[in-house]
């Protein structure tokens, strides 16, 4: 079954502590995102990659990194944690043809809470 | 910059109703608009990409239109159900960066 896997689903935590979100995908998409949504504001997209060993900022990356070593995989690191990074995250991916994107696949997200 | 815009934020009508459910953008330059479905507590279901070189997509009883130069997308959703009870969101890829932006979103509801 094609799917995006994220995990954790939930984390409480405390500031300070570095933490990473995995997130694996198994249709072999170039394209892998990270999002934030948070009320009022919606999705903001806080880091992507167009394919291994690339990976540029979105509108929201302080705070966080990303790697992409291997194509399937993309986690997201939250080294120093704090309160305002507490959220429902979402990781999604898609398949690349040329500049005309396909639908993206999302994750069941995961809710990170800060203390 | 790119801004996207969703209105209203929040919709009523009785089951059966056809309804549109609209998305503005700021800048032109985009590679597509997609347009999801989330659940409450679940991840986003894509629903309709349209390409920008596409006027529509249809799948269903959805119909997504596309008009590029006036920076507006309609998602139309013909005889409505219960089941459609959802928030709505559009997102644009925007050209060049390979970024995503989201409008804030649409909560339906369909009333039985």
């Known amino acids: 079954e094609a799917q995006v896997t994220q995990n954790p689903r939930y984390l409480i935590t405390v500031t300070g502590k570095k933490l990473t979100v995995t997130c694996s995908q198994n249709?072999?998409?170039?394209?892998m995102s990270w999002y934030r949504q948070d009320p009022g504001l919606g999705l903001r997209q806080i880091y992507y990659?167009?394919?291994?060993?690339?990976?540029d900022k979105g509108d929201v990356p302080e705070g966080y990194k990303v790697s992409r070593k291997e194509k399937r995989n993309f986690p997201l690191i939250l080294e120093s944690p704090s309160p305002n990074q507490t959220s429902l995250y979402f990781c999604?991916?898609?398949?690349?043809?040329?500049?005309?994107?396909?639908?993206?696949?999302f994750g069941d997200g995961t809710r990170l809470s800060i203390l | 910059k790119q801004e996207v815009t969703q209105i209203p934020a929040a919709l009523s009508v009785p089951e059966g109703e056809n309804l549109v459910l609209n998305c503005s953008f700021t800048?032109?330059?985009?590679?597509?608009l997609q347009w999801f479905r989330q659940d409450p507590g679940k991840g986003l279901t894509s629903l309709l990409l349209?390409?920008?070189?596409?006027r529509e997509q249809t799948s269903g009883r959805l119909n997504a239109s596309l008009d590029k130069s006036s920076g507006r997308s309609t998602l139309y959703i013909a005889a409505s159900q219960p089941g459609d009870s959802a928030t709505y969101l559009c997102?644009?890829?925007?050209?060049?960066?390979?970024?995503?932006?989201f409008g804030t979103g649409t909560r339906l509801k369909v009333l039985a």
């Open positions: 249709m072999n998409h170039e394209y």
């Open positions: 997102a644009v890829f925007v050209s060049g960066t390979y970024k995503y932006i």
């Open positions: 349209i390409q920008s070189s596409q």
């Open positions: 800048d032109s330059a985009i590679y597509n």
């Open positions: 999604a991916s898609s398949t690349m043809a040329g500049a005309k994107n396909q639908p993206q696949h």
């Open positions: 990659s167009m394919n291994v060993e690339v990976t």
